[in-house]
């Protein structure tokens, strides 16, 4: 199964996907079981591949029905896999659905350059787009969980890495020009006296709670949580692992249909209510009063982090005790603040400030401090490396993954040929 096949698997193209929709449909390009693959789709998909490709499909009209064919495939073996997800009794809950959608759509706001201009751009409105797009995500997930459930359990040995690397020592991809680095981040964080004016305005919400009033309208009103306020504050079923510890201190507390006092966290102040829990499971809904940062506190973060920056040059303290002692980015602690190697034209909007203080550094110096998404960074710039070929020994952990997608990919197709019998399939394309 080549790339493609599994892009298209793993992945249903977002923006496409949607025009599809808004199409007038004339054809039926294949039917598996009682699910409909539309003639728009498959060309959708295979007008996107070609221009991945920059082919030309009038002037290449082989090619590119080659690769309407492939797509044709990837999209009846998705379908496959979904009536199989099905039959396993695989479930997705609402919750995951939910958090996927955000996420998505938040990056394809973002690509489309704001909420506004994607609205413009596809003719929906956000409420609409996220209606239509919801179902597409829970099949994404479902091919996902079923894939997972198959095939996580795929290893590959040494010997294997080092064949998949000969035979196709010749066509892998190039590295791009490369950066290193390592980062210290210092999160803006707001003063005592913003906690305190939020405080109040919580105190108040409260308070009318307590003198009945509905739950669902004041978070709709009032919460500056924009997942959940518009959703009268409904958190979903989470671990209670997956809330920061104030937070899921005292919702476990809690008993359905209780509603907690004040509780402040980093994010600002909470008022919870438990839904129903099941063990480590819980179903909140909550109203935060968010607490906004001011100049003051991005100036007082900015000097902090420039302090921090003196002592290391002054020999004080070493850069990675300092990220031990000081930085808010705890995934990155273990590696000690390295982000490790990044292709510069991998970077996206969100790492062009990374990449703009790494610009004049040399080896081993230290920016001065500069802002990003989510606070303050200084990076000190460990390497760099031009443009190369994939080399066995220095990019190993990048070889064995692309030798075990591969390997995953041949199994996979091995198994939707084995149970692609079972179900009906009427190609018509």
């Known amino acids: 199964m080549n790339r493609l096949v599994w892009f298209i698997l793993m992945h249903v193209l977002f923006i496409n996907y949607l025009k599809a929709q808004e199409q007038i449909i004339d054809k039926i390009a294949a039917v598996v079981d009682d699910e ?74 973002q690509q489309a350059g704001g909420e506004q201009a994607l609205e413009k751009y596809l003719g929906k409105s956000l409420k609409d787009i996220r209606k239509m797009y919801r179902e597409n995500v829970r099949k994404q997930l479902l091919a996902q969980k079923i894939q997972q459930t198959r095939f996580q359990n795929i290893k590959v040995s040494r010997s294997e890495i080092e064949h998949y690397y000969r035979q196709r020592k010749d066509s892998l991809p190039e590295v791009g020009a490369s950066i290193n680095f390592s980062h210290i981040l210092l999160e803006i964080k707001p003063g005592a006296e ?35 306020g518009k959703k009268g504050g409904d958190l979903g079923w989470f671990n209670r ?14 008993e359905p249909g209780e509603m907690s006092g004040l509780v402040k966290t980093q994010f600002g102040w909470h008022i919870i209510q438990m839904i129903e829990k099941a063990g480590e499971k819980i179903h909140v809904r909550h109203i935060l009063i968010g ?39 705890d995934t990155k602690k273990g590696n000690l603040g390295n982000l490790g190697w990044i292709e510069i034209q991998s970077l996206n909007e969100r790492g062009k400030p990374f990449l703009k203080a790494a610009e004049t550094l040399k080896k081993d110096e230290i920016s001065e401090p500069f802002e990003g998404d989510f606070g ?7 390497d760099r490396r031009d443009r190369r070929t994939l080399d066995l020994k220095e990019d190993w952990q990048t070889i064995e993954q692309m030798a075990l997608q591969e390997k995953q990919y041949q199994e996979m197709n091995k198994w939707l040929k084995q149970i692609r019998n079972r179900f009906y399939i009427d190609i018509r394309m």
């Open 36 to 109: 409909v693959i539309l003639l728009s789709e498959v060309q959708n998909y295979a007008y996107f591949e070609a221009m991945n490709q920059k082919m030309d499909p009038i002037k290449d009209p082989d090619a590119y029905k080659a690769i309407e064919k492939n797509v044709l495939d990837a999209l009846i073996n998705q379908k496959i896999m979904l009536a199989q997800a099905m039959m396993d009794s695989i479930v997705i809950e609402n919750s995951q659905v939910e958090q996927a959608l955000e996420q998505q759509l938040k990056e394809r706001i």
């Open 194 to 228: 913003a906690f305190e004016e939020a405080g109040k305005t919580a105190a108040l919400i409260l308070d009318s709670l307590k003198n009945g009033a509905d739950f669902a309208a004041m978070a709709k009103r009032y919460s500056t949580d924009p997942g959940s």
């Open 241 to 254: 692992s997956d809330f920061v510890k104030e937070f899921a201190d005292a919702a476990s507390r809690l």
């Open 291 to 329: 607490v906004a940062t001011t100049e003051q506190d991005k100036k007082n973060t900015r000097e902090k982090l420039a302090a921090i920056r003196q002592d290391i040059l002054d020999n004080k303290i070493s850069f990675e005790n300092a990220v031990m002692q000081y930085s808010d980015d």
């Open 376 to 382: 303050y960074h200084i990076i000190r710039l460990n």
